[in-house]
């Protein structure tokens, strides 16, 4: 009797669970997913420039303005911020974006580089750091052990990419190279995840490069995460997609990859 008794109370359990499925949206964290894709709510003038996560919320940033979103896309808030805004990261409770104010990818340095740091709950800006060391435009960001690495812009000509390392009070540090050849207008987005750094490109096709902690050149992949790549749990990525309508204007959205040493990453087969 008592495990019949059991039984049943575990097929009602697993029949409540797929009416909840049905009647309303499932938060990510309530069934831990290995797979997702989320879409932002709403339409933006300008394209996704690069995304950050703190697996409760997820930070949109659309060049003229920063969205934040639940785990389902749903908006919570959004501000309107200086074009051009572009890659952002989460680090304690705060978003850390790089701004380039100036021309991106000259080859005399006319940039205006910095970044803003945002409080994450409220979107209330809480500073600027100068960053002007990131010589051809700062574009994208990511935290690494205490420090801030910024990425950007870079003439055609040039056949290495740098990325900008600072402290955690905007103090710069060095300069590193990465040996990647060249990239369409440099670096997009960055993100340190899984021991090793991402790095998503421009181009026709898109690039991924990816490092080791040091910027020793693993692998360059035709994969296109130039608007975001972050890392997650479970030894997931999560990469950005996005679009535009001359009419409705951009979105966004998000889905979760797979690091794989040979491709890449892998996304969810079709």
Known sequence: M???????VMLCMFATILQVRAE???KISQVQANWFKIDCEGNYPHHLQGVCTDEKSIYWS??????????????????PVANHHGDLCFHDDKLYVAVNLGKFNDPKGNADSWVYVYNSDTLEELARHETQEVFHGAGGIGFRNGH??????????????????????????????IESGQTLLGIQTATFAHNRWWFGCYGDP???LVTDANFRML??????????????????????????????GCRGSVQTAIPDEAAGYLLKSK
């Open 24 to 26: 309303s949206p499932v």
């Open 2 to 8: 008592k495990q019949k008794t059991l039984g049943m």
């Open 219 to 248: 692998g360059r992949h035709k994969l296109n995460c130039s608007l975001g790549i972050e890392g997650i749990s479970n030894g997931r990525l999560l990469v950005a997609s996005g679009r535009c309508d001359k009419e409705k």
């Open 62 to 79: 659309f060049t003229t303005t920063i969205v934040k979103t639940d785990m389902n896309g749903k908006l919570q808030h959004k501000i």
């Open 206 to 208: 898109q690039i991924l």
């Open 148 to 177: 801030f690495f910024v990425v950007g812009g870079l003439p055609g000509d040039i056949e290495v990419n740098y990325v900008y390392e600072y402290d955690g009070k905007f103090q710069f540090q060095k300069k590193h190279i």
